[in-house]
T-cell receptor
Framework: GAVVSQHPSRVICKSGTSVKIECRSL??????MFWYRQFPKKSLMLMAT?????????EQGVEKDKFLINHASLTLSTLTVTSAHPEDSSFYIC????????????FGPGTRLTVT | GENVEQHPSTLSVQEGDSAVIKCTYS??????FPWYKQELGKRPQLIID?????GEKKDQRIAVTLNKTAKHFSLHITETQPEDSAVYFC????????????FGKGTTLSVSS
């Protein structure tokens, strides 16, 4: 149980285009989902916290107009990178928390974004 | 906000030796401290976690200790094996359930046979 999927696993896009990444909790309802980004050989940096049906809370320094987060249901959150630039190239990972074990986060497999 | 410091950044041990990774945190309200193992290009994998009402927890070759007064916690791996080689992250979250994890910078563990 407690499986989180992400789609796509890898994406290459051209500079100036937008990319949408989906995060799904497959077998539980996610009360909260989180989005992280991870640069090579670096740690996971929290970008935003997303609760179903409400606006995401962004960390300081993360542009909310650039990284659009939608948490439309208890099993789906999406991250859209708008007007992507090469510096947005990174590994994006989502995680989700369910009701039963509200401390433990279940991570998705990550999405490798490359902007050319 | 919370800040988590992790040391060392790299650790090399011989197979069979023990490895210890230490973390400190800044927010006294933090009450959940997980440890993750991450292999290149993959998701972080939870290996052990501890809540603030416990001082130590053990799972086979892995143990975690927590000192809330000093605000530090440590990961202990005994009888290391080459397959333990990976990047290890500590994290902290607190206040209420469902709050975000703040990660340390990671430790690259290399176990040579």
């Amino acid at each position: 149980g407690a499986v989180v999927s992400q789609h796509p696993s890898r994406v290459i896009c051209k500079s100036g285009t937008s990319v949408k990444i989906e995060c799904r909790s497959l077998d539980f309802q996610a009360t909260t989902m989180f989005w992280y980004r991870q640069f090579p050989k670096k740690s996971l940096m929290l970008m935003a916290t997303s609760n179903e049906g409400s606006k995401a809370t962004y960390e300081q320094g993360v542009e909310k107009d650039k990284f659009l987060i939608n948490h439309a249901s208890l099993t789906l959150s999406t991250l859209t990178v708008t007007s992507a630039h090469p510096e947005d190239s990174s590994f994006y990972i989502c995680s989700a928390i369910g009701r039963l074990r509200a401390y433990e986060q279940y991570f998705g497999p990550g999405t490798r974004l490359t902007v050319t | 906000g919370e800040n988590v410091e992790q040391h060392p950044s790299t650790l090399s041990v011989q197979e069979g030796d023990s490895a210890v990774i230490k973390c400190t945190y800044s927010d006294s309200a933090s009450n959940y401290f997980p440890w993750y193992k991450q292999e290149l290009g993959k998701r972080p994998q939870l290996i052990i976690d501890i809540r603030s009402n416990v001082g130590e927890k053990k799972d086979q070759r892995i143990a975690v200790t927590l000192n809330k007064t000093a605000k530090h916690f440590s990961l202990h791996i005994t009888e290391t094996q080459p397959e333990d080689s990976a990047v290890y992250f500590c994290a902290a979250s607190g206040g209420q359930a469902g709050t975000a994890l703040i990660f340390g910078k990671g430790t690259t563990l290399s176990v040579s046979s």
